[in-house]
């Protein structure tokens, strides 16, 4: 299967700052990708989708201003979560998807964002 | 609206003991649908892609299979290291997730 690379797998931030999580395809073009977020035992819950040079679009419920997404290029895309709190800390994970070649998406390996 | 349910929640299987998950789903203009495996603290390991009703796919010991409002993942003679919670995706223009059965396997 395709490979997605998700960095940092943890992070630990201090509540106020800003955070950035990279998500790259390795071996194909994703033309599309999703964050979602993920709470203890529960199920991954999407937060937005994007297309390469598009804007992101996001679920209801997430502040695009506080949830930055960026799909620049058609293998990075970056969550930026600013002004941390501690109810932002998550486990975050990105998916890619290539709709001229496969229509599974493949996750990467997910972020642990712990805000103090 | 579009709604994945999986079943059960949890299930706790001796080693060998085969049972099935099972995922229903109502979602217009599915795509298809998609199992994967989680383990705790990781991004979600693709399994199988379904497309159609009736079509069928295996991976050693886990078989999956879709109908027009279900499908389900069956396990055969389970190891413990088959314990990792098992999520069902379908497709449209989203990927919508089911919230997964936890599954563990005891020795």
């Known amino acids: 299967g395709a490979v997605v690379s998700q960095h940092p797998s943890r992070v630990i931030c201090k509540s106020g700052t800003s955070v950035k999580i990279e998500c790259r395809s390795l071996?194909?073009?994703?033309?599309?990708m999703f964050w979602y977020r993920q709470f203890p035992k529960q199920s991954l819950m999407l937060m937005a989708t994007?297309?390469?040079?598009?804007?992101?679009?996001?679920e209801q419920g997430v502040e695009k201003d506080k949830f930055l997404i960026n799909h620049a290029s058609l293998t990075l895309s970056t969550l930026t979560v600013t002004s941390a709190h501690p109810e932002d800390s998550s486990f975050y994970i990105c998916s890619a998807r290539d709709r001229g070649v496969y229509t599974e998406a493949f996750f990467g390996q997910g972020t642990r964002l712990t805000v103090v | 609206e579009d709604q994945v349910t999986q079943s059960p929640e949890a299930l706790r299987l001796q080693e060998g003991e085969s049972s099935s998950l099972n995922c229903s789903y109502t979602?217009?203009?599915?795509?298809?649908l998609f199992w994967y495996r989680q383990d705790p603290g990781k991004g979600p390991e693709f399994l199988f892609t379904?497309?159609?009703a009736g079509e069928e796919k295996e991976k050693e010991r886990l078989k999956a299979t879709l109908t027009k409002k279900e499908s389900f993942l069956h396990i055969t003679a389970p190891k413990p290291e088959d314990s990792a919670t098992y999520l069902c995706a379908v497709i449209n223009d989203k990927i919508i997730f089911g919230k997964g059965t936890r599954l563990h396997i005891l020795p």
């Open positions: 994007s297309n390469e040079g598009s804007k992101a679009t996001y």
């Open positions: 071996d194909f073009q994703a033309t599309t």
């Open positions: 379904l497309y159609s």
């Open positions: 979602v217009s203009g599915l795509r298809g």
